[in-house]
């Protein structure tokens, strides 16, 4: 792929977090290597004899050098070149394995590991100006190694399927002395292409590859590319039946095989079979195909499972094995759960003895997965024997958060254990296949445990179409690779990252901002999921969690983080080259502009219908936001499908994948106005009509504390403009905008001027609003308090509510093994707070005095019976052996056991779980007593490692109805 490349500025994977290795330099260097000039190039030198793979790999890696410097590497398996690149996997070429050893490479302690490679510079090496060895410990190693080397130069690995165009540079040189070693952590990494029915394959049938009409073997080719770059080595194909199944077309294979892609197939396609495809295709020897069902059926099912095993015995294939419905359905058969063990029982042996006696392997050299997801989970904690040798693959519950690691016996299981897990999902309690919004911090989350846990075989993530979720795929294969390079404290910086790589140092910040806060806003509720509603059946959306009323419009402050997001994502899109604003439409701009719209369609058509009951003019204004916010959707998804890249992703992108209610225009308000002069206020925390009635309106208390303001919004029911003036009688009160007229409706904001309020209680004032000859009087009260010395840092009550974001603990005592830690961007507003190690034994529920602390110091000036509310993180409990309580107390009294975990084992049916994933939070409430005013302290112990907690609320006055419930009520100086 000879592109042309005209970008003028990168700095590419310079030495960071994610890479504490020398860079590569674009600059004339004697001491370096140099891989390209004006005047040379580096010759590649292999043995011909190397692995199609190699073969492959070194062409892609040659094509990056052109890409980068305009020069072509010479391939040659002999030298007459001044600097040599020299590519070799070990035992293929005696004589290139003992010229490794002499350039001091550990050859030994190379072939000991799984992919591994090692890449290394010499200059002035006998005689010549300089050698670059990359050496594998077998042909992916080797492959990766050059893939290694291609990502340094500056090639990223999403130049094919973002058009991520690489950065011009006359010389590319590496360090004389460089030296790399690495190797995968996880054994095989890869991704399931699912779901495919309105993106991949009709993009392949009718764009990309016409000739198949179906995702073919051209279509594979480029992924197998994607996945060789990003250092991954195994796919689930797309399975769903508007594709013919991977077999149908030989050349599927063979392309695997040609970038050494290890081939296996879902949870429910056992032995490499696509049934949805071909059981009903398949035409056994006796010419009766009978019932999925191996309890009546078994042998033309044996025989059904030979025939594709005949077919891969010689090819590199991953083999799932167990049973269960053609598709995502139970495994028929049996009258309970106890036969449907012992049926499962008898396939595993059918299976496993077809795949000996047809490959002749030892079984144990067979790699073989057992992936109970959904129903098969409960088979498997009945009793179900799964073989020492076959990894377990465990599933998380579509919407990512895993079910279930393996405990300390299952971790020494010689097959050992995988994940499979989700970004992208068609199900209960709804889809989400449209925009990728699963954070890295929640992938990181879930991985850590599962990787902590020995689950280092297999890990496969659920991408959809791989277009829209190319973040967290990127993060989810990086992540296998090496988990290590992730923590906590890192994750919000991978962002600018990715960034960095695909649009260079000169946007990396900004789009790292941009990209965090779309994440944040996401995992908060997802944008598929704003209609509030559900799938299987198909619901018709319902009005918002979210409050129009209270703290501050949590309609219009969503509203106005996302119209701020999207801005700030046109804003960069505009000073962009044009070289990179195809790629920055695809991976930043798209998914921004789509879910900004989303929740902007569905909010404003919500306050339409609200404000037309209200009998607001402004409704109708709603209204037509909410249809040109549908109208930016489809104008967004219509220049992704035919504008960017020349039309080469048409029919990829669609922005209603299975034409669900929530992606249709939803139903507005419309309001007549009066012929008459009319209208009205509206107070904050009031959500129906008011009336000037003297001592009746109140606007929530003002805190000298947390220094609060709150709205009134003075709104026109009449057709001509309304005119209004507001008059308030004492300094300390301040107005926004004390006179005007208005079409529609004006918001005014009123606050305090606390320099001029006594020290006292409370005072109080009355502001007068004078609309259309009638005078509505507003009460406020406004609360001077003065905290004692060194209390500044300190959570205070604010009309009866206390409201601490939990990673701003007052104090965090650890121990030497078990501690409380922050991870960034998982919590719906920021970061969160979670207990690790992941392995570690429960401390004593009953009495956990030695356990991790955080304390909290708050200030309330209330006393009485409180409620204590917890956001936590609705992930599940490790394993059967762990549960995910914390002990909490508030001064001296007796700890109470929080658990958040699920009340009742979860399933799809579980209203419990189906809320938790759609909020993105469990909440968890507790009783309390505040027994006096003043100062208190609020201490939560660790018992259970997988805890994670959001946010924590103690409720003293009346809750109001809300989706995120109030901001922080710390103490603002």
């Known amino acids: 792929m000879k592109s042309k490349i005209i970008r003028k500025s990168i700095l590419f994977l310079s030495v960071s977090l994610y890479c504490l290795l020398p860079t590569v330099s674009f600059a004339q260097d004697n001491t370096c290597f140099v891989i390209s000039s004006p005047n040379n190039c580096a010759q590649i030198i292999f043995n011909e004899n190397e692995d199609e793979l190699v073969h492959t790999a070194i062409r892609l890696f040659s094509d990056d050098v052109y890409n980068v410097s305009g020069q072509q590497p010479e391939l040659s398996a002999v030298s007459d070149s001044k600097y040599q690149i020299k590519v070799g996997t070990l035992g293929v070429d005696k004589g290139f394995d003992k010229e490794c050893k002499k350039a001091g490479i550990d050859t030994d302690k190379l072939k000991s590991k799984w992919e591994a490679h090692v890449i290394k510079s010499i200059t002035n090496y006998k005689g010549e100006k300089g050698i670059l060895f990359v050496v594998g410990s077998n042909p992916r190693g080797t492959a990766f190694g050059l893939m290694e080397l291609s990502q340094r130069i500056g090639v990223s690995p999403w130049c094919w399927w973002a058009d991520v165009e690489p950065e011009k540079q006359e010389t590319i040189n590496l360090p004389g002395d460089f030296f790399l070693e690495d190797a995968p952590k996880v054994k095989f990494r890869g991704i399931f292409i699912n779901d495919e029915d309105w993106g991949l394959q009709p993009w392949a049938a009718k764009t990309f590859e016409p000739e198949t009409g179906d995702i073919g073997s051209k279509t594979y080719e480029k992924v197998f590319e994607l996945l060789l770059r990003l250092k991954a080595n195994a796919i689930w194909p797309a399975m769903h039946d508007c594709t013919r199944a991977f077999f149908t077309y030989p050349d599927n294979i063979k392309m695997a095989d040609k970038y050494g892609i290890w081939v296996g197939s879902s949870h429910c396609e056992p032995m490499l079979r696509n049934n949805v495809d071909e059981w009903h295709r398949w035409t056994p020897l006796s010419g009766k195909r009978g019932k999925w069902n191996f309890d009546e059926n078994p042998d ?252 501050g419009d949590e309609v219009q402050q969503r509203i106005d983080a996302y119209d701020k997001l999207e801005k700030q994502a046109e804003n960069l899109y505009k000073k962009m080259p044009g070289h990179l604003k195809d790629a920055f439409f695809q991976l930043v701009n798209y998914k921004v502009i789509g879910a900004s719209n989303m929740n902007k369609k569905i909010l404003y058509a919500y306050k339409s219908r609200v404000y037309a009951q209200q009998g607001r003019t402004s409704s109708n204004i709603y209204a037509a936001k909410a249809k040109k916010a549908f109208e930016q959707i489809k104008n967004a998804t219509e220049n992704y499908n035919n504008k960017i890249a020349n039309g080469k992703w048409k029919h990829m992108m669609s922005f209603n994948p299975r034409q ?314």
């Open 660 to 973: 669900l209610p929530v992606f249709d225009m939803p139903k507005t308000g419309s309001y007549n106005p009066s012929q008459q002069t009319a209208g009205g206020i509206m107070p904050e925390a009031y959500s129906s009509i008011v009336k000037n009635e003297s001592g009746k309106l109140f606007l929530p208390a003002f805190n000298s504390l947390t220094k609060r303001s709150y709205f009134v919004d003075v709104f026109n029911s009449g057709i001509q403009p309304l005119k209004w003036e507001i008059e308030g009688n004492d300094a300390w009160v301040k107005i926004s905008k004390t006179f005007g007229q208005t079409k529609t409706e004006e918001r005014i904001w009123i606050s305090v001027n606390w320099d001029e309020v006594p020290l006292s209680d409370s005072v109080k004032s009355i502001i007068k609003f004078k609309i259309n000859g009638l005078i509505y009087p507003v009460q406020m009260v406004a609360q001077k308090l003065n905290l004692e010395s060194g209390l500044k840092n300190i959570f205070v009550e604010d009309n009866g509510l206390v409201a601490i974001e939990a990673e701003n603990y007052t104090k965090v005592q650890n121990t030497s093994e078990c501690n409380w830690k922050t991870i960034q961007g998982l919590g719906r507003a920021s970061d969160a707070i979670g207990t690790f190690p992941v392995t570690a034994e429960p401390f004593d529920a009953t009495n956990p005095i030695k356990a991790p602390e955080l304390t909290y110091n708050f200030f309330t000036t209330s006393l009485g019976e409180a409620n204590l509310l917890f956001y936590c993180l609705p992930n599940q409990p490790i394993n059967d052996d762990y549960q995910l309580r914390f002990a909490v107390s508030i001064d001296n009294a007796k700890p109470i056991v929080v658990n958040t975990a699920l009340k009742e084992e979860m399933d799809e049916n579980n209203d419990e779980w189906k809320n938790n994933v759609l909020r993105s939070v469990t909440i968890q409430e507790i009783n309390v007593l505040i027994q006096e005013r003043g100062k208190h302290k609020l201490k939560i112990k660790m018992i259970d490692p997988g805890v994670v907690i959001d946010k924590i609320e103690i409720v003293i006055g009346e809750k109001k109805n809300s989706y995120f419930g109030t901001s922080e009520t710390i103490v603002v100086k």
């Open 300 to 551: 033309q099912l044996k025989e059904y499972w030979k025939q594709r095993i005949n077919t891969t015995a010689n090819y590199d294939g991953i083999y799932t094995v167990g049973m269960r419905g053609i598709h995502d359905g139970s495994m028929p058969g049996g009258k309970n759960i106890d036969d449907k063990v012992k049926i499962l029982g008898r396939v595993l042996n059918t299976q496993r003895n077809l795949l000996t006696n047809i490959t002749g392997k030892e079984i144990n050299s067979i790699p073989q997965i057992f992936c109970p997801y959904k129903e098969v989970l409960k088979l498997y904690k009945t009793g179900a024997d799964i073989p020492e040798d076959v990894t377990i693959m465990w599933a998380d519950d579509n919407n990512s958060y895993i079910r279930q690691l393996s405990n300390s016996d299952e971790r020494k299981r010689s097959g050992g254990a995988g994940v499979y897990y989700h970004i992208s999902y068609w199900g209960r309690p709804h889809d989400y296949l449209w925009l990728e919004s699963t954070p890295v911090s929640l992938i990181w989350e879930e991985m850590h445990k599962a990787y902590q846990t020995n689950a280092k075989n297999v890990w496969i993530v659920n991408v959809g179409d791989i277009k829209s979720n190319e973040i967290g795929m990127n993060f989810f294969l990086n992540m296998a690779w090496n988990p290590d390079q992730y923590s906590p404290d890192n994750l919000d910086s991978y962002y600018s990252h990715f960034a960095e790589i695909q649009f260079g140092k000169q946007y990396a910040e900004e789009i790292g901002e941009i990209l965090r806060k779309y994440f944040q806003l996401g995992f908060s509720r997802k944008p598929e999921h704003m209609g509030w509603n559900g799938v299987y059946p198909n619901t018709p959306i319902h009005d918002p969690e979210l409050s129009l009323f209270h703290h």
